[in-house]
């Protein structure tokens, strides 16, 4: 009995380990598959079911949501504001070589991010962007002389803006801001350019004194004119009964200081003074 008892023992022992490892595994394989159950979908972005390498075009918010364990996955699309930088030759109006640096700032249409996914998938940057703006830089800086793309780059700016936008439009992806960060030309024509500007400033300032001599000159005859008309309103004041007035007066003076001595002259004859005219005043 003891025998028997013992192999009913020795039997039962790996039908407990197996039985062990049976509810470990489980216990993984559930954990996987839960973990495997959930996908979330980051601030910023949309999200997209996959389902064995097919789009559904339910478009899934910010957060947590479900999926079937192994067979679907969640595709994430930015939604938000991206740049994209690129260099471009071309050549302007005036057959000037120019290398252009443009700054792209662009956003998904959050509604139609099923069809942009589904369309084009997501290197749309390199497939759509990249290309549209080497085009368009080249079309809008042949319309344009050199000087023009420096003096004008708000304009040409705008242009690209426009153009950029309404092509790609048809993707499904907005322009929010288009900066021409640098045009690049030939050291030749940047020699041409900085010499034109020191004549321009030469001839500014050549301007700019020949004016102020003008002025000058102006001012001068304005101011002697006006030392003439003074002259000759002062002459018109000047009459026979004001040079008498004024000779009284300094009479007057005089005669308040004399202290009623005659002066005392050396070596010479004793001035006359008319004491009678004075005493009549």
Known sequence: MEVINASKQHSNKPTNINKIVGWIAGIILAVILALNSFSSVEY???????????????????GIHMKVPFIQTVIQI???ITKV???????SKDLQPVSTHVAVNYSVNKAAVFNLMNNIGGSYDTVIISPAIQEIIKEVTAKYPAEDLITKRDLVAGEVSDLLSKRLARYDLVINDINIVNFKFSDSFNQSIEAKQVAQQQALKAENDLKRIEIEAKQKISQAGAEAESLRLKKLEITPDLINLKQIEIQEKALEKWDGKLPTVTGGATPFIDLSSLTKK
Do not use: M, R, V, W
């Open 44 to 62: 910023g972005h949309l999200g997209l079911y996959k389902t064995f390498g097919k789009l559904n075009d339910e478009i899934l918010s910010p």
């Open 85 to 91: 930088e690129t260099d471009t030759s071309a050549s």
């Open 78 to 80: 930015n939604t938000q």
